[in-house]
């Protein structure tokens, strides 16, 4: 069974610049979750779709994040304009279903804003 | 405000060996708890997870204990080996099935041949 993709596996931009990350999650799994892990710090959940709505976003920095999961399946996560803390490792999990525990993660994006 | 803490960011432990991995928390709604482990390069990979109302599940080599009282939890892994080198995370989540994971910070386990 093949794992979640995320690409790409590195960035580096400068600041004010804009990114976008892409997910593909484990054929199947309904929901899908985004990540973001600074360094020396755990993973902080961004967002979280069930299929292709929002159930979770209140961590969002919506002024300049924004994500979606169009036809349920692959997703894209943007961050326009890029601060220097954004800088970090972007994650992205799946999971079958709501309810179910375990999550899959990607390996993840790294991101440095210059 | 850390609601899932991981006060030791390292150990080392000799081979053979018991690892024991602390994590604490203070939101007493957390009723799932979980275990993940993190290659460098790699996303975290599921290890173990236990609910409030167990105080102990064992999986193999690896075992969480929960302490509800002391909102204390550990991970035993019995004996260490060399590829259980790894960053590991502890990961908290209330009214299981919501899916929303708090994570710590994570601590890594080096083990020495």
């Known amino acids: 069974e093949a794992g979640v993709a995320q690409s790409p596996r590195y960035k580096i931009i400068e600041k004010r610049q804009s990114v976008a990350f892409w997910c593909n999650p484990i054929s199947g799994h309904a929901t899908l979750y985004w990540y973001q892990q600074i360094l020396g710090q755990g993973p902080k959940l961004l967002i979280q779709?069930?299929?292709?709505?929002?159930?979770?976003d209140s961590q969002l920095p919506k002024d300049r994040f924004s994500a979606e999961r169009l036809k349920g399946v692959d997703s894209t996560l943007k961050i326009q304009p890029a601060k220097l803390e954004d800088s970090a490792v972007y994650l992205c999990?799946?999971?079958?279903?709501?309810?179910?525990?375990?999550?899959?993660f990607g390996p993840g994006t790294r991101l440095t804003v210059t | 405000d850390q609601q899932v803490k991981q006060n030791s960011p390292s150990l080392s432990v000799q081979e053979g060996r018991i690892s024991i991995l602390n994590c604490d928390y203070t939101?007493?709604?957390?009723?799932?708890f979980l275990w993940y482990k993190k290659y460098p390069a790699e996303g975290p990979t599921f290890l173990i997870s236990i609910s409030s109302i167990k105080d102990k599940n064992e999986d193999g080599r690896f075992t969480v204990f929960l302490n509800k009282s002391a909102k204390h939890l550990s991970l035993h892994i019995v004996p260490s080996q060399p590829g259980d080198s790894a960053v590991y995370f502890c990961?908290?989540?209330?009214?299981?099935?919501?899916?929303?994971?708090?994570f710590g910070t994570g601590t890594r386990l080096t083990i020495i041949p």
């Open positions: 779709f069930q299929n292709n709505g929002v159930v979770d």
């Open positions: 990961a908290a989540e209330a009214n299981f099935g919501n899916e929303k994971l708090t």
């Open positions: 999990a799946s999971s079958l279903t709501r309810g179910w525990d375990e999550q899959y």
């Open positions: 939101n007493s709604m957390f009723d799932y």
